[in-house]
């Protein structure tokens, strides 16, 4: 029981260290992926600033899904 109390609350904190630096390395991929789309986009379209913004949201559209269950978009 002791060495449970000892090193449960170690695994915890290891177990849930992991967990937050995935979702970390999750947002820089979409934040690099995002600025990709963007600067091609505006290569193809002359660097239009309105289309590189939508070519940027629209590359992060699949993060903000459960946002818009929430504000009661996604009917």
Do not use: C, K
Not at 6 to 20: A, D, K, R
Not at 29 to 48: H, K, P, Q
């Amino acid at each position: 029981m002791v060495e449970a109390a000892i090193v449960m609350p170690l695994m915890v904190f290891i177990i849930l260290g992991v967990v937050q630096l995935t979702m970390v390395q999750h947002a820089r991929l979409m934040t690099e992926y995002a600025a990709f789309n963007a600067a091609r986009a505006g290569i193809v379209w002359n660097a239009d600033p309105w289309v590189m913004e939508n070519a940027a949201i629209i590359s992060l559209m699949p993060t903000y899904e459960g946002l818009a269950d929430e504000m009661g978009l996604m009917d």
